[in-house]
């Protein structure tokens, strides 16, 4: 019904930068939100960063300072642009968008399928 499709992920030494990308697509009336989620081995999924269609955003203390997360509406595409990375920020990489698919629908959260993004020397 809705797809998330990401690309971006790679490896990359300390201090590089890599801007990841997530365009959704399929039967979408409209998105509240849209964010990235990341998942090292032996953790839980954790929040990276959320941005709303008005353009409100909030970030993990983590990646403060460090990360962006920008959107294109009419493109249904949420990025995010990731500099000074650090090892810690090893993980899988995963989009999400709270997706509406017609009036009086109830929001559904959707999931991309996870990037992998590893920062070693």
């Known amino acids: 019904q809705v797809q998330l499709v990401e690309s971006g992920g790679g490896l990359v030494q300390p201090g590089g930068s890599l801007r990841l990308s997530c365009a959704a697509s399929g039967r979408i009336f409209v998105i509240s939100s849209m964010g990235w989620y990341r998942q090292a081995p032996g953790k839980q999924r954790e929040l990276v960063a959320r941005i709303t269609s008005g353009g409100s955003t909030n970030y993990a203390d983590s990646v403060k300072g460090r990360f962006t997360i920008s959107r294109e509406n009419a493109k249904n595409t949420v990025y995010l642009q990731m500099n000074s990375l650090r090892p810690e920020d090893t993980a899988v990489y995963y989009c999400?968008?709270?997706?509406?698919?017609?009036?009086?629908?109830?929001?559904?959260?959707?999931w991309g399928q996870g990037t992998q993004v590893t920062v070693s020397s």
């Open positions: 999400n968008a709270d997706v509406r698919t017609g009036w009086g629908s109830v929001p559904v959260a959707y």
